[in-house]
Every structure is written in C-alpha cells, then in structure tokens.
T-cell receptor, first 114, second 116 residues
Framework: ETGVTQSPTHLIKTRGQQVTLRCSSQ?????VSWYQQALGQGPQFIFQ???????GRGNFPPRFSGLQFPNYSSELNVNALELDDSALYLC?????????????FGQGTRLTVV | AQSVTQLGSHVSVSEGALVLLRCNYS??????LFWYVQYPNQGLQLLLK??????LVKGINGFEAEFKKSETSFHLTKPSAHMSDAAEYFC??????????????FGQGTELSVKP
C-alpha cells in the first residue's frame, strides 16, 4: 500500500509568479484535502476534493485553486504569489465511506516566495 | 464554528516523566477529535482519534487521551517520556456530520522537548 506522496519537496518562487503543487493519494482513497502550514502555526484547511469536485473550502482567496484527477491525484495551484504564501503545504488523503474518519498526510512541499 | 485551543506552545519534560499536552475544543455538535505528531521537516502522523466510542482512547507509541465532554477537553498523556517523543503535537477537531475525513481544524501546536 503506497502512502501519500507530494512533489516537489521544496520550491522557491518569486512574488507574482504562479506555482503548482502535486499530490498522489494513498491507494484506495478518493478524497484529497490541502492545508497550508505557516512557520510555527498549525495547518489551515484550504479545500477538499471529492470525486473531482471541490467539497468544502477554508478562508483562502480564489487565487488558490485545485484539481482532482480521475485517479484521485490532485493539484494545488496558487496564482500571483505573495510573500505570505511562504509555508509548508500539506496534502491529506482519505476515503469517503460511511464511518471513515482518518486522513493520511504527505511529507509536504516547502514553498518559499522571495 | 469549531475551534481548538492548545494550552502551552512549549512543554519540557525530563526523560521518564509524565507527558501531558492540553487540548480544549469548541463545537456545536459532538465532534471527532484527533492528535497528530509532526517531526521536523515531515508531515503529520496520526497518534490517536476519538469518534464517539470509548472516551479513553489509546494510540501509538504509548500515548492516550481522554474525551471529557463536561470540560470540552481531549488532553494527551504518556506515562513515561522518551527522547524520541520530542516533536510538535497538534490537536484537531472535525464535524462528524460533514466529515469525509480530512476536513480538520487544528490547534496552534505544542512543541514537546524531552531532557535527558
């Protein structure tokens, strides 16, 4: 059983650029959630994708967008990068079955905006 | 709205001493509650979870937590700390009605240091 994998592990971008982060969900999982973790903070929920549709969104502006593919992998796109977007971005996968409660996290992508 | 408060951003214990990390939650419905651990430059690993079954929950690495509805608390304990327990610990809450796994609200985290 493969775990949740994210790529790239580290990334440096310039303010105003666009970035795409990728996540492969754990085998058998159909739901992907994305989180932003600023330095010294807890993770903040960005949005969740289920069956290729957005299924809930946190308090993030529209320049944060995502996709989920038929194989349940996912992308997080951020346009017009700002310095405050520098953070660890975490992807979590889960299975949306009755009674399911557990999300498994990837290692994260460390984004630095300069 | 749901929220989580972790009391104490830094906790330091001696090796072999009791570990107690505090978490209080706010929720309008009976919540699901989780504790995660994060080692430096890594993702989050689930330690344990409460999903309305037994109020005393046992997790991995000797950790356990007790759900106390009257106190809206879900404190994490371990009888004897090991050096390898040094990490960041996060308490999280989710709404079981809308939960499809993954919609979590996290606390600010507690950094645990273990002294030899």
């Amino acid at each position: 059983e493969t775990g949740v994998t994210q790529s790239p592990t580290h990334l440096i971008k310039t303010r105003g650029q666009q970035v795409t982060l990728r996540c492969s969900s754990q085998s058998g999982h159909n739901t992907v959630s994305w989180y932003q973790q600023a330095l010294g903070q807890g993770p903040q929920f960005i949005f969740q994708y289920y069956r290729e549709e957005e299924n809930g969104r946190g308090n993030f502006p529209p320049r944060f967008s995502g996709l989920q593919f038929p194989n349940y992998s996912s992308e997080l796109n951020v346009n017009a990068l700002e310095l405050d977007d520098s953070a660890l971005y975490l992807c979590a996968s889960s299975r949306a079955d009755s009674g399911n409660t557990e999300a498994f996290f990837g290692q994260g992508t460390r984004l630095t905006v300069v | 709205a749901q929220s989580v408060t972790q009391l104490g951003s830094h906790v330091s214990v001696s090796e072999g001493a009791l570990v107690l990390l505090r978490c209080n939650y706010s929720s309008s419905v009976p919540p699901y509650l989780f504790w995660y651990v994060q080692y430096p430059n890594q993702g989050l690993q689930l330690l344990l979870k409460y999903t309305s079954a037994a109020t005393l929950v046992k997790g991995i690495n000797g950790f356990e937590a007790e759900f106390k509805k009257s106190e809206t608390s879900f404190h994490l304990t371990k009888p004897s700390a090991h050096m390898s327990d040094a990490a960041e610990y996060f308490c999280a809450v989710s709404d079981p009605i809308y939960n499809q796994g993954g919609k979590l609200i996290f606390g600010q985290g507690t950094e645990l240091s273990v002294k030899p």
